[in-house]
């Protein structure tokens, strides 16, 4: 499952795509606010967006087998 970003905890500060290996995320502006966005199809779930956000705005859903 690709990563998703809580916006009521983003504040955009952008380490989440500074770290990811694949360029999947990138800082968007709109509103005077800026967040991140995962791009679902480029993501490889391997969660170093996870750990490198102090904000713990990012999470990765581990697929339920079966």
């Known amino acids: 499952m690709p990563a998703k970003v809580d916006l009521e905890k983003c504040d955009g500060c952008g380490t989440c ?21 995962v791009n679902e199809e480029e993501c490889t779930d391997c969660e170093t967006c996870v750990d490198a956000c ?10 339920e087998e079966g």
Do not use: F, L
């Not at 500074?18 to 966005?37: F, H, M, N, S, W």
């Not at 102090?54 to 697929?63: N, P, R």
């Open 17 to 37: 795509a500074e770290e990811c290996p694949v360029q999947c995320i990138t800082i968007v502006e709109e509103g005077g606010r800026k967040y991140a966005v």
């Open 54 to 63: 102090e904000k713990g705005a990012i999470t990765v859903e581990v697929a």
